[in-house]
């Protein structure tokens, strides 16, 4: 009896199956695809947009403002770029002084913004401080907007170590002036680590008990003045 030949790589049908074995599936090409276009969308954002974005759209009214909008907003469009700093892929944009200041909103600032509440709101904190302070003994500081230049003595402020508060209130003295609006909460915050050693107020984020202490502290605050 007359049995078919076998299709071979050779042969016409035998070549169709092995393309089909291997062709991509079609979810593997979305999924390159989804990837790409996340890496485009990150490597695409430049530093000055981060600024004008911060200085021109937020605008200083809701730099430390409590707004949802703004938080989603945030997260929505900076989320991956900041997950990208985290990584340590925008190291070079510290090569500039609006590059430094972009660096420092978007380790600093956005997840305050993006995690409000929770324990990466500071997941980048350590970041921040050590590129704030490079800038600092560059007086990469001095050759920034006076408008702007606080934001990279934040992460100073931002620090539960007594000694870079102490140092960002001379910073605001020295680089802004006695005048600047942002010394009295300089101050307020380095009260706070001089009293408790932490900010209470990131214990709930943390996972870190209050202090009998610091329990009063937070309720206090909490009522109406």
């Not at 593997?28 to 954002?45: P, S």
């Amino acid at each position: 009896m007359f049995s078919p030949k076998r299709s071979s790589p050779h042969h016409p049908a035998g070549w169709l199956v092995d393309v089909q074995r291997r062709a991509p599936s079609h979810c593997e090409v979305c999924a390159k695809l989804f990837r790409n276009l996340i890496f485009l969308r990150t490597v695409t954002i430049a530093p000055l947009s981060i600024i004008q974005f911060w200085r021109d759209e937020v605008r200083p009214e809701r730099w430390f403002a409590v707004d949802p909008n703004l938080d989603a907003l945030i997260r929505t469009r900076y989320e991956a770029l900041w997950r990208d700093a985290r990584a340590g892929k925008l190291t070079d944009w510290a090569m500039t002084p609006e590059g430094t200041l972009a660096l420092l909103i978007v380790l600093d600032q956005f997840p305050r913004n993006m995690f409000r509440g929770h324990a990466d709101a500071f997941a980048t904190d350590a970041q921040a401080l050590a590129l704030a302070k490079q800038a600092v003994a560059r007086r990469i500081d001095e050759r920034l907007p006076a408008v702007l230049r606080p934001f990279v003595y934040m992460p100073y402020m931002h620090s539960e170590n007594l000694a870079d508060q102490d140092a960002c209130i001379a910073l605001f003295l020295d680089r802004l002036g006695p005048d600047t609006m942002n010394l009295p909460f300089a101050r307020q915050h380095r009260d706070v680590i001089a009293r408790f050693g932490r900010f209470p107020t990131r214990n709930a984020a943390l996972g870190r008990p209050n202090t009998p202490e610091e329990a009063a502290f937070l309720n206090a605050a909490l009522k109406p003045h």
